[in-house]
Structures are given as C-alpha cells and as structure tokens.
C-alpha cells in the first residue's frame, strides 16, 4: 500500500515544463543542464523526460526518447533480418537521474503501465548502476529481460596535455603508435589536413565525405551501420550544430577523404565518439589510428572536453586510446505480449544457433580464417 513516501512520476517536455522542473529539480541540477543542451538537438526543440518527486523534492530525472528497436537474426557477423518493435530509449544520461534501486524498479513499473505496446532500451547502463540491476528484475514488473551481453565501455579522461598522456602509454604502446605514424607519413608525406566540422554550414560536406568512406567499410555491409547526407539527416546534424553540440572530422588527403569521426560534444563535458571509419583501399597506411592520434591532439589543444568516451566494445583502436574502462550494457526489456514474445523467442534462438557455431568453428581451429574470408567477400 502506497504511502506519503511513494514516487510521483510524471511525464513532462523540456523546455516547455522548465519551470515546472526548476522548482523540486535543484539537486539534479547538473542532470538537468545537461538535457537542456540535449533538447536543442531535437526536431522541435523539445525533450521528453520522467520527473519522479517524493515530497515535493525531485530524486528521478530520466530523459526518454522514442526508437524503433531491432532484434536481428544473424548468420555470423552478418545481419540477415532485423524484426522491428516500437519502443522507448533511456539514453546513458538516463543513469545519472536514477539514484536508487527501489527509485529505478518503480519507473520501470510506471512505464510498463504507460506504455505497454512498447519496448524499452537502456542504452549504455553501468552494469552496478540502480537502474541496470532494476533491469535484472524487470519481469516483476511485466518485462522479459534480452540483449543483456556486458561489455567494456573505454574512456579517455583528458589530462594536462596529449604528451604526458603518451608518455603513460606502455612501451609496446608508444611503439605502436610511433609506428602507424611512420607509416602513415611515408604514404602520404605532408600532404594530409584534419579538418573540423562544427557550424550548420559545414554539415552538408562532412556527411557527404563520410559517406563515400562509411559505404566502403565492412560495419556498413556487415551491420547497416550508415552514414547518410540525405536531408532529415542533413537538418538533425545541423540542429546539433546550432546547439553547439556536433563536432566531426575527417582526415583528408588532397581532396580524398581518408577516415571520418562522428562527434557530438555535450554540455556537461562528454565528447561522444559517436562513429568512425577509414577508407580500407589505404589500409595499409593505417589512417585510422592516425586520424584518432591527430583527433586527440585537436581535443588537448581546443575546446578540450572533460571526457571522451568511446562506447561499448573494447577495439584496438578504443584500447590504444583509453585510459579508463567500465562494464556497461545495453538491455531491451520486452512487454510481455504475444507478438514481442514471438520477436524475443526467434532473436535468442538465432544468437543461440550462432553461439553454437562459433563453438564448433572454433575447435575446428577454423573460425577466424572463415571470418576473413566472410569479411573479404563482401
């Protein structure tokens, strides 16, 4: 039986409900100031959160954003078919807003009851957060629970300068980049520029050149992931640029572009090393890593941000970057409802049916010289 301690939840759009908020949201303050910066970016310049209040004093400040979520059947690597669901998205901001278990379990109940024809993603949670260990439990509250596979989150914690952060380096690090440099300047000399991109007019050609790298790279054909300069895309990037939040480059030599990095740098410091690719016809000259080396100075040298952080995985590149690392996953709790129990139950068998040929491969001793071979023919 709800008492006078109960969790009042309300769903309210910020700007808009800014006053509304101010009034019990002081000591999520900087939570709040970070949405804001995040709303700038929308459409129409509005975010939807989840304000939760327990006598008259805000304890909860969740923004939710609405997303199409994918389950995908795999062969491999390679995505043969994505089922599509309705849903929501607590994106990583989210975590910052929850500070309790008992806080987090009952959002994820007044959502279930608010939303019930849609799933709910938990974009990026720390595995010892309140509102990923809700998560575990969410099928008191209505869920199944899938897509849980903890991995390492890298960051890079900006220090005094980038030499003193390569000097922290390991020596089998510090030669490793040594080299890509090397590499990389006698293919190319000095006839290279890293040009940054961050007012609205600037949108249209950098997506433009990461496109032609972004549908030569093995994660487009493999994984759809894709870099587009179609015109929604155009307008979302150019109102992240009018917010003072997009921040990209690309790696150029003459006018061929080489590698791209897709970022967005938010209010409260973070720059969110959102996409990447290289050219792979120049593979050889290792433009990634030194794109990423020239990114990096860049940082140090302006407009530094706190922190840099490198998303979910645990690539080469992210390792040989980072110096600071957390466990973090990406949960999507389903309704339990006829047509998501149907989507859940054909996903987990895929990733079982794939799990059980990885295994098989891999005590054949052929498993990486047929991801090789799959890589090279597509």
Same mark, same amino acid.
């Given at each position: 039986?709800?008492?006078?301690?109960?969790?009042?939840?309300?769903?309210?759009?910020?700007?808009?409900?800014?006053?509304?908020?101010? #009034?019990? #949201?002081? $000591?999520?303050?900087?939570?709040?100031? /970070?949405?804001?910066?995040?709303?700038?970016?929308?459409?129409?310049?509005?975010? /939807?959160?989840?304000?939760?209040?327990?006598?008259?004093?805000?304890?909860?400040?969740?923004?939710?954003?609405? =997303?199409?979520?994918?389950?995908?059947?795999?062969?491999?690597?390679?995505?043969?078919?994505?089922?599509?669901?309705?849903?929501?998205?607590?994106?990583?901001?989210?975590? *910052?807003?929850?500070? /309790?278990?008992?806080?987090?379990?009952?959002?994820?109940?007044?959502?279930?009851?608010?939303?019930?024809?849609?799933?709910?993603?938990?974009?990026?949670? #720390? %595995?010892?957060? $309140?509102?990923?260990?809700?998560?575990?439990?969410?099928?008191?509250?209505?869920?199944?629970?899938?897509?849980?596979?903890?991995?390492?989150?890298?960051?890079?914690?900006?220090?005094? +300068?980038?030499?003193?952060?390569?000097? =922290?380096? +390991? /020596?089998?690090?510090?030669?490793?980049?040594?080299?890509? *440099?090397?590499?990389?300047? *006698?293919?190319?000399? #000095?006839?290279? *520029?890293?040009?940054?991109?961050?007012?609205?007019?600037?949108?249209?050609?950098?997506?433009?050149?990461?496109?032609?790298?972004?549908?030569?790279?093995?994660?487009?054909?493999?994984?759809?992931?894709?870099?587009?300069?179609?015109?929604?895309?155009?307008?979302?990037?150019?109102?992240?640029?009018?917010?003072?939040?997009?921040?990209?480059? %690309?790696?150029?030599?003459?006018?061929?572009?080489?590698?791209?990095?897709?970022?967005?740098?938010?209010?409260?410091?973070?720059?969110?090393?959102?996409?990447?690719?290289?050219d792979p016809d120049y593979r050889d000259a290792a433009p990634g890593i030194y794109c990423?080396?020239l990114l990096l100075q860049r940082l140090y040298a302006s407009d530094r941000p706190r922190?840099?952080?490198?998303?979910?995985?645990?690539?080469?590149?992210?390792?040989?970057?980072?110096?600071?690392?957390?466990?973090?996953?990406? $949960?999507?709790?389903?309704?339990? =409802?006829?047509?998501?129990?149907?989507?859940?139950?054909?996903?987990?068998? +895929?990733?079982?049916?794939?799990?059980?040929?990885?295994?098989?491969? +891999?005590?054949?001793?052929?498993?990486?010289?047929?991801?090789?071979?799959?890589?090279?023919?597509?």
């Open positions: 039986m709800p008492g006078k301690l109960a969790l009042l939840v309300e769903r309210l759009q910020l700007p808009r409900d800014l006053p509304r908020v101010e #009034a019990f #949201a002081t $000591p999520l303050a900087p939570v709040l100031q /970070s949405l804001l910066g995040e709303a700038a970016c929308t459409e129409d310049g509005q975010l /939807s959160v989840f304000v939760g209040s327990r006598a008259g004093r805000a304890v909860l400040l969740v923004p939710c954003l609405e =997303q199409t979520v994918e389950l995908p059947l795999r062969l491999g690597e390679k995505n043969i078919w994505a089922q599509r669901r309705p849903g929501m998205r607590l994106p990583p901001a989210a975590q *910052e807003g929850v500070c /309790s278990m008992p806080d987090a379990m009952d959002l994820l109940a007044r959502l279930r009851v608010a939303a019930p024809g849609r799933a709910l993603v938990l974009t990026d949670v #720390a %595995v010892d957060s $309140p509102l990923y260990l809700a998560a575990l439990q969410a099928r008191q509250v209505g869920y199944v629970l899938t897509k849980n596979q903890a991995d390492t989150h890298l960051f890079h914690c900006f220090g005094s +300068s980038y030499e003193e952060f390569f000097q =922290q380096r +390991s /020596s089998k690090q510090r030669n490793q980049l040594r080299k890509k *440099e090397k590499v990389f300047a *006698e293919r190319f000399g #000095a006839a290279f *520029e890293l040009r940054e991109y961050r007012e609205p007019q600037q949108v249209r050609q950098f997506l433009s050149a990461a496109k032609v790298i972004n549908r030569k790279t093995y994660q487009y054909r493999m994984f759809g992931e894709r870099i587009d300069d179609d015109a929604e895309s155009i307008a979302s990037a150019c109102r992240a640029a009018a917010a003072g939040c997009f921040r990209s480059f %690309v790696l150029w030599h003459g006018e061929q572009p080489l590698c791209f990095v897709l970022g967005h740098q938010r209010s409260d410091g973070t720059f969110e090393h959102r996409c990447t690719g290289f990423n080396i922190i840099l952080d490198f998303g979910g995985g645990d690539a080469d590149y992210k390792r040989l970057f980072s110096n600071e690392s957390r466990m973090t996953a990406s $949960p999507v709790l389903l309704p339990r =409802q006829w047509h998501f129990l149907i989507a859940y139950a054909l996903y987990e068998g +895929s990733a079982a049916l794939n799990e059980a040929a990885v295994r098989l491969l +891999s005590r054949l001793g052929v498993k990486d010289w047929l991801k090789r071979r799959m890589r090279d023919a597509l």
